[in-house]
């Protein structure tokens, strides 16, 4: 069965303070990693798909990288806007195209 | 460009009654997808619809709930006799046609309290 495991559970950053949030994934055939971003009451918004190891992907302060176990969330210098929960999500090789969500990061950014 | 529309935000039953969410894809748009988000848990697939047909309905609960996506109008995921382990927060996401490689546009999600 496909699982997808993003850790930690909850960060809490001070403004400036770079970090990393983390996605592992156990899947058959991987055809493309999704981080999420979705802001309370609201659904979730795409931010990046990585489909190969190797790959890295930036949108402003944020960067997405893949390896053949885990991807990578970095976010440099944050600020409070920057505050969400991060989805990350797997597509695999199989016949349909649903997408399988880890439960997500919340990430609090204190100015 | 509209994007993935749902209704209603919220909606309130009361245990027994039926709850009748509706959503209307992204204009061009013939895929549509059901998730289920409980508090402290992830979105958890439903169900996978093309216009007129069911694709993948392996994370629909065997009993009360049904979708449909008919050739003409919303898709509609019809939950009977809810019971107050059905209140969650329903999200549709919609792709387009022949789409399996890219990513899947969420609309806002209609918050269902079963009292």
């Known amino acids: 069965e496909d699982q997808v495991t993003q850790s930690p559970e909850a960060l809490r950053l001070q403004e400036g303070e770079s970090s990393s949030l983390n996605c592992s994934y156990t899947v058959s055939g991987l055809r493309g990693l999704f981080w999420y971003r979705q802001d309370p009451g609201k659904g979730p918004e795409f931010l990046f798909t990585l489909y190969s190891a190797g790959e890295e992907k930036e949108k402003e302060r944020l960067k997405a990288t893949l390896t053949k176990k885990e991807s990578f969330l970095h976010i440099t210098a944050p600020k409070p806007e920057d505050s969400a929960t991060y989805l990350c999500a797997v597509r695999t090789t199989g016949a349909n195209s649903k997408l399988t969500f880890g439960k997500g990061i919340t990430l609090s950014v204190r100015p | 460009n509209a994007g993935v529309m749902q209704n209603p935000r919220h909606l309130v039953r009361r245990r027994g009654q039926e709850a009748r969410l509706r959503c209307s894809p992204m204009?061009?748009?013939?895929?549509v997808y059901w998730y289920r988000q409980l508090p402290e848990e992830g979105l958890k697939f439903m169900v996978y619809?093309?216009?007129?047909?069911?694709?993948?309905e392996s994370g629909m609960p065997k009993e009360r709930f049904s979708a449909e996506f008919p050739k003409e109008g919303p898709s509609i995921l019809r939950i009977q006799q809810v019971v107050r382990g059905d209140s969650a927060a329903y999200f549709c996401a919609s792709s387009p046609l022949a789409q399996n490689t890219g990513e899947l546009f969420f609309g806002e999600g209609s918050r269902l309290t079963v009292l």
């Open positions: 619809l093309q216009k007129e047909n069911i694709i993948d």
């Open positions: 204009k061009g748009h013939s895929h």
